[in-house]
């Protein structure tokens, strides 16, 4: 009995993270460069509960869109901003 209710718990615990990133994407659904995440869900060894590995990112193309800002820079497929500090870092 003991092992079905921690395994329901863990199972549980999975399924509030899983929550908390999907609200974390709605949250951030319309920020300009915002990447979303999805949780990333195991099996415990012998199917007795569940338990979350972490957070994938998903890097995937976003809208361009036009700013008015003459500084706003964007970059069209796969590729990032390489940035140098001044001290050259």
Known sequence: MIQGMGAALS??????NKTGT???N???LNTP???RSDAV?????GNMGA???GAQTRHTQGAIVTTGNAMAMAVSG??????????GA
């Open 41 to 45: 869900t195991a099996s415990l060894k």
């Open 11 to 16: 199972g549980l615990r999975a399924y509030i």
């Open 22 to 24: 999907t609200a974390n």
């Open 33 to 35: 460069g915002f990447k």
């Open 78 to 87: 796969t590729a990032f901003f390489q940035v140098k500090t001044p001290n």
């Open 26 to 28: 709605l949250a951030n």
């Open 51 to 53: 338990t979350t590995q």
